[in-house]
C-alpha cells in the first residue's frame, strides 16, 4: 500500500503499477482517453449477475450465473487454426454434488487448455462460474471461469480498445479504499457520490440500489450542465468592440429579395443585429424546419457586416452545398469580392485566393474545411456562419472560430431540436427558432408506396416529367450489402431507365470525383438531367426549384429526420412538392407506424420529438470519448428526464463557490472545449 498511499484521482493510470513492468493494456487504454483514476473511476460494468452457488442443473434457467464446486470428467480437446494461430476447443463435465453440468470452452490457448487437463487428470476439486443455458438435455457452461471464492454479485465491464472487462476491473480495484472518500459531494444530496461509485464497482460492503445509480445519472446531468454555465461565463468574460449599424444600411440589407420576409425571419435578423450591437460576441443558434429560410436570414446578417468593411466566412460540410450556396452569394455580393474554398481548388489557386483574403480583397468567403487550414490567413473576419452545424466536429468549430478577429459565431440547423435537448446541448446559445413558412413555398405532400399502388405511382412519375418538373431517387447505400436487403443504385438507374426510356438519367454519389459531381448538380439544376438517383449526397441544401418529386427506397433505414430533410429539397419555391416512400420489404409493426407517423407529419419539430424518442439522443457534446468528463454512460434523456429536470430546477440555487469542488476535481479549466461553441 506504501506504493499508493499518495494516488490522487488525477494521478496517470500507470501509477498503479509502480515499480512494476508496466502491461501493455495501459498505452490502450491512453488511447481511448483513459488517462487518469478519475477517468478509470468512470468504466462502469455493463452487467451485474447474481451468483448461483452449487445449484440442480435442473433448477437453473437459460442466463443464470452459478458457481458450482466438482470434478472435471471426460475431457476432450481439438485444435482450430484460425489466421494461422493455434486455438482449441475443449469440453467435458463437470460432476457436481448435486448433478452434472456440460463444459465447453471456445477458441482457448494453450495455457489454458493444461490448465484444464491438469485438473482433469489429478482429479482435484474445482470451482468454475458462468452463465448457464440449455444445450438438447444438458445443462451447458460456454466458456467458465476458474475461481477459487467470490462475492455473491459479479460484474462484468466491458471492453475498451481491446483491452478485456477482466483487466479493466483488477485495475479499479486497486484504486485505494481511502481514495474514494475524497470525491466531491454536492451539499443537498443525500446520497453520496463516493457510496454511488463504490457500489457499481462493488467495492468494500456497500451493496447495489437504485438510490446510487440514480445519484450518478445526477452527476452526469449536473457535470453537462456545470460545462454550460462555464462557457456561458467564459463567453461573458470576452468583449468585443460592438458593431455599429444605420437604420439606412440594415434597411439597404433589408432590400436585396424580390419577397417580404416572414415575421420569425424579421425577429431572427432583428437579434443578430442586437447581437453584433453588443459588446459580447454573438452566439446564436439559428433553427428551424427545412424550407423556412435560415439561409436568407444569414445572408442578410453576412450583407450588414460586409457594408461595414469586415469579412464573412460561411462554412458547409460539402463541398456541394458549399458551392451552391457560392453561387447563390455571388447574387447579393460583387462577384470579384467573393471567394471560394475547397479541397478540389488546386494550390495554385489557392495561393492566389489566400492573397486576396490577406489583404482583404476578397470580403465574402465560402467553403468548407478549407476556411480553418493553417495558411490561410483573414484580415478581419468579423462573422462566421456554420450551415448544418451537427455536422461539424468540435475540434473543426473551435479551429473555425480561431481565425475570427472576434468571434462572432452564427450557427445553423435544419434538424429542429427538442427543447429539452437544446438545454443540454445548447444551453450557453441563444436561440432563435423559424416556424413560419414563406408564402411562396407550396412545400411538399407524402405518400407511401408498395408493391400494389407501385404502378399507380409509375403513371403519376411519368405525367409529371411529362410536364418537364424533374426528380431524385434517393438509396441508402450504392452497393448491395449483406446486413441490407436493398437495391443497389445501379439495379434501381437500369429499373428507370426501363420505365422511362426517353428521360435523362443520371448516378449521384460520394464515389465519383469531385468535379464529376459539381457537373451532374449543374446539370441536373440547368434541367439537362430529369431523375437523378443519388445517395443522401442530396439531403443537405441541394436547391433545384424545378425538382418537385423526392423518391426514396427503403426509408426504413432512414431516420425521420433524414427522411424530413430529403423531402425539403422539394416544394421549396412555388411548385407543389411531393415525396414518395418506396417499400420494398415486408417491414415490423414499429417500422409501420413510424412511417405512417412521417406520411402525415410535416411539422419538423414534431418529427424531431419522435425521432429522438425512436433513435435516442446520441453524443451530446459531439465527441465520443470514455473519459468521465465528456460523455454520459448511464443516464438516458428520455428515460431519466425527472433527474434531469431536478437538477435544472436544482442549479438555479447554486453559486460559484458550490462549484468549486468539481471544476477542481473534473479539471474543467484545463477542458479546451470549454469558453468555446461546441
Not at 466458456?143 to 485495475?171: A, W
Not at 479541397?343 to 468567403?365: P, T
Not at 447505400?477 to 443497389?488: A, L, V
Not at 439495379?491 to 426517353?502: D, G, M
Request: hydrophobic share 35%; glycine share 4%; proline share 4%.
Amino acid at each position: 500500500m506504501s506504493n499508493t498511499s499518495k494516488l490522487l484521482w488525477n494521478s496517470p493510470i500507470e501509477e498503479l503499477y509502480k515499480g512494476k513492468k508496466l502491461p501493455k493494456s495501459i498505452s490502450l487504454l491512453k488511447e481511448a482517453n483513459i488517462h487518469t483514476l478519475r477517468d478509470l473511476s468512470w468504466i462502469f460494468p455493463t452487467k451485474f449477475y447474481h451468483v448461483h452457488k452449487n445449484p440442480y442443473p435442473e433448477s437453473t434457467n437459460d442466463g443464470d450465473y452459478v458457481r458450482v464446486n466438482g470434478f472435471l470428467k471426460n475431457i476432450k480437446t481439438r485444435p482450430i487454426f484460425r489466421k494461422r494461430m493455434r486455438f482449441f476447443q475443449v469440453s467435458g463435465t463437470l460432476e457436481t454434488q448435486n448433478g452434472d453440468f456440460s463444459l465447453i470452452w471456445f477458441n482457448t490457448y494453450p495455457n489454458l487448455k493444461e490448465k484444464i487437463e491438469n485438473y482433469f487428470s489429478e482429479s482435484t476439486v474445482v470451482t468454475l462460474e458462468g452463465t448457464v443455458s440449455t444445450n438438447g438435455p444438458w445443462t451447458q457452461i460456454a466458456n467458465p471461469t476458474f475461481k477459487q471464492q467470490g462475492d455473491d454479485t459479479v460484474l462484468t465491464y466491458p471492453t475498451v480498445n481491446k483491452v478485456r472487462g477482466s483487466f479493466i476491473e483488477k485495475m479499479i480495484q486497486k484504486i485505494p479504499h481511502e481514495l474514494w472518500e475524497e470525491l466531491p459531494e454536492l451539499k443537498f444530496h443525500q446520497v453520496s457520490l463516493a457510496q454511488s461509485l463504490k457500489s457499481l464497482h462493488q467495492i468494500g460492503d456497500i451493496s447495489y440500489n437504485d438510490d446510487y445509480i440514480d445519484r450518478i445519472k445526477y452527476e452526469e446531468f449536473f457535470l453537462e450542465q456545470l460545462k454550460i454555465a462555464l462557457r456561458k461565463d467564459s463567453k461573458e468574460e470576452q468583449s468585443q468592440p460592438p458593431l455599429k449599424f444605420s437604420k439606412k444600411l440594415l434597411e439597404k440589407s433589408l432590400d436585396i429579395f424580390p419577397y417580404p420576409l416572414t415575421v420569425d425571419q424579421k425577429l431572427c435578423f432583428d437579434e443578430i443585429i442586437k447581437d453584433l450591437e453588443s459588446t459580447y460576441p454573438l452566439s446564436r443558434l439559428v433553427q428551424g424546419d427545412v424550407g423556412c429560410g435560415k439561409t436568407s436570414v444569414a445572408i442578410l446578417a453576412m450583407k450588414a457586416v460586409y457594408e461595414l468593411g469586415f469579412q464573412v466566412a460561411f462554412m458547409a460540410p460539402t463541398e456541394n452545398l458549399s458551392y451552391q450556396h457560392f453561387q447563390n452569394l455571388i447574387n447579393y455580393f460583387p462577384e470579384e469580392k467573393i471567394a471560394f474554398l475547397s479541397s478540389s481548388v488546386s494550390a495554385k489557386e489557392k495561393k492566389i485566393i489566400y492573397q486576396k483574403i490577406k489583404e482583404n480583397e476578397a470580403r465574402v468567403i465560402i467553403g468548407t474545411h478549407s476556411l480553418f487550414q493553417d495558411k490561410l490567413e483573414y484580415h478581419n473576419l468579423r462573422l462566421t456562419i456554420i450551415d448544418e452545424q451537427h455536422k461539424f466536429g468540435v475540434d473543426q468549430r473551435i479551429q473555425f472560430l480561431n481565425k475570427c478577429t472576434v468571434p462572432n459565431c452564427l450557427l445553423m440547423s435544419a434538424t429542429p431540436i427538442p427543447r429539452t435537448l437544446s438545454l443540454t446541448q445548447y444551453g450557453d446559445l441563444d436561440i432563435s427558432i423559424i416556424k413560419e413558412m414563406p408564402a411562396h413555398k407550396k412545400g411538399f405532400k407524402t405518400r407511401i408506396v408498395n408493391s400494389e399502388n407501385m404502378s399507380k405511382f409509375l403513371s403519376f412519375l411519368k405525367t409529371r416529367l411529362d410536364l418537364n418538373e424533374q426528380a431524385y431517387v434517393v438509396l441508402p447505400n450504392i452497393d448491395k450489402t449483406e446486413f441490407r436487403s436493398t437495391y443497389s443504385i445501379e439495379e434501381v438507374h437500369e429499373q428507370y431507365k426501363k420505365f422511362f426510356p426517353e428521360t435523362n438519367i443520371a448516378i449521384l454519389h460520394g464515389r465519383l470525383d469531385s468535379d464529376e459531381q459539381k457537373s451532374i448538380i449543374h446539370d441536373f439544376r440547368e434541367n439537362k438531367i430529369q431523375l437523378l438517383i443519388s445517395t443522401t449526397v442530396v439531403e443537405v441544401g441541394i436547391h433545384v426549384s424545378n425538382a418537385t418529386l423526392m423518391i426514396i427506397y427503403h426509408p426504413e433505414y432512414f431516420g425521420l429526420s433524414s427522411l424530413h430533410q430529403l423531402r425539403g429539397r422539394v416544394g421549396r419555391d412555388k411548385l407543389q412538392g411531393f415525396c414518395f416512400l418506396i417499400i420494398t420489404n415486408k417491414l415490423g409493426p414499429q417500422q409501420n407506424q413510424r412511417l405512417s407517423f412521417f406520411e402525415k407529419e410535416n411539422d419538423g419539430f414534431k418529427i424531431a420529438e419522435e425521432d429522438l424518442l425512436y433513435r435516442g439522443e446520441g453524443n451530446l457534446f459531439g465527441k465520443t470519448q470514455s473519459g468521465a468528463s465528456n460523455s454520459r454512460k448511464i443516464s438516458n434523456l428520455l428515460e431519466d428526464i425527472v433527474i434531469f429536470n431536478k437538477v435544472i430546477e436544482d442549479f438555479k440555487d447554486f453559486n460559484k463557490s458550490d462549484f468549486l469542488n468539481h471544476i477542481h476535481f473534473y479539471n474543467l479549466k484545463e477542458d479546451k472545449y470549454i469558453g468555446h461553441l461546441i
